[in-house]
C-alpha cells in the first residue's frame, strides 16, 4: 500500500511539474523575444512603419540555372505585395512583376499580366506575409503569439537561441535571436512559393550587417535557403519604411 501511495503521489508531482515547467519556458521565449523587438528599434517605431520598400541585387538560382536579380520590392501589411523583378539569364533579360493587391494575386512577365485564381496560393501568400510580419516584430508582443525555446545553435559564427512562434490558424515561425545583441539571425518556417514556382519547404532566410533606418535595425545582406540549398543571395541596396504606401503603388502593369 505504501509503495502504491507513493508512486501515485510521484506521478501526482510529476503532472504537476510539468506545466510549471512549460509555463517558465514559455516566458522565457517571451523575455528573450520582446528583447528582440527592443533591439530592432521597439514596439512604438515598429508598430508606426506598416509599409516599406526595399531595393536589392544580388544571384538568384533558377531550377539550377544562376541568373542575376535587380529590382524593388513594396509592402502595405498585412495585405499588399509588390515585386518588380529584372531577371538577367545567359544574357536575356526579363522584367517580372508579382503582386497582392485587392483582387488577388497576379503575375506579369513580358508585359503580359495574368491572374492567379488559387485560393490555395492565396493562402500560401497570406502566410507568407504572415511571416513578415511575424519577422518585424511589430506585434509580437501581442498575448496571442505563444512562445516556447527550442535550444541554441551557432549560426554564420554568432552564437543564437531559436524561438518558434506560435499562433492559432496559423504555420509556426522560428527566430534565431543573437544572444549578444538580440538581433534575428535567422527565421525558419515551412511553406510553398505562394506563386506556384515549386513545392513546399523549409523556407530559412539569414540576415546580415544591420543598420538602424529611421529608427529600425535593418539587414544589408540576407540569404534565401530551401530545405538547407541556397537558392538566393541578395543585397539590400536601399531601404525605405512608411507609415502607409499609397494603394496606387501596387496597381497592375
Avoid at 72 to 88: A, G, L, T, W
Avoid at 156 to 172: E, H, L, P, Y
Avoid at 211 to 222: F, L, T
Wanted: proline share 2%; hydrophobic share 35%.
Amino acid at each position: 500500500m505504501t509503495l502504491r501511495r507513493s508512486k501515485v503521489y510521484g506521478l501526482a508531482l510529476l503532472v504537476l511539474a510539468c506545466p510549471a515547467k512549460v509555463t517558465a519556458q514559455d516566458d522565457d521565449a517571451r523575455i528573450l523575444v520582446l528583447k528582440a523587438q527592443k533591439a530592432h528599434g521597439g514596439r512604438e517605431t515598429l508598430n508606426k512603419y506598416r509599409a516599406a520598400q526595399f531595393k536589392y541585387k544580388g544571384d538568384v538560382d533558377i531550377n539550377g540555372m544562376q541568373a542575376k536579380v535587380e529590382g524593388e520590392v513594396f509592402y502595405n501589411f498585412p495585405d499588399r505585395m509588390k515585386n518588380v523583378i529584372q531577371v538577367d539569364a545567359n544574357g536575356m533579360k526579363i522584367v517580372v512583376q508579382q503582386g497582392r493587391d485587392a483582387k488577388g494575386l497576379w503575375v506579369s512577365v513580358l508585359g503580359m499580366t495574368q491572374e492567379i485564381n488559387d485560393k490555395e496560393l492565396l493562402d500560401e501568400m497570406n502566410e507568407s506575409m504572415y511571416v513578415e510580419k511575424v519577422v518585424g516584430l511589430a506585434d509580437i508582443d501581442d498575448k496571442s503569439y505563444k512562445f516556447s525555446t527550442i535550444g541554441e545553435m551557432k549560426i554564420k559564427n554568432k552564437d543564437t537561441i531559436g524561438v518558434r512562434v506560435s499562433r492559432d490558424g496559423r504555420r509556426d515561425v522560428t527566430l534565431w535571436i543573437d544572444k549578444k545583441t538580440h538581433l534575428v539571425v535567422k527565421s525558419e518556417n515551412r511553406g510553398k512559393d505562394p506563386f506556384g514556382q515549386g513545392g513546399e519547404a523549409n523556407q530559412e532566410k539569414y540576415f546580415f550587417d544591420y543598420q538602424p533606418v529611421s529608427g529600425v535595425q535593418s539587414p544589408r545582406r540576407m540569404e534565401v535557403h530551401h530545405d538547407g540549398k541556397r537558392i538566393m543571395e541578395l543585397e539590400l541596396t536601399e531601404t525605405r519604411y512608411h507609415e502607409k504606401l499609397d494603394e496606387s503603388q501596387f496597381n497592375r502593369p
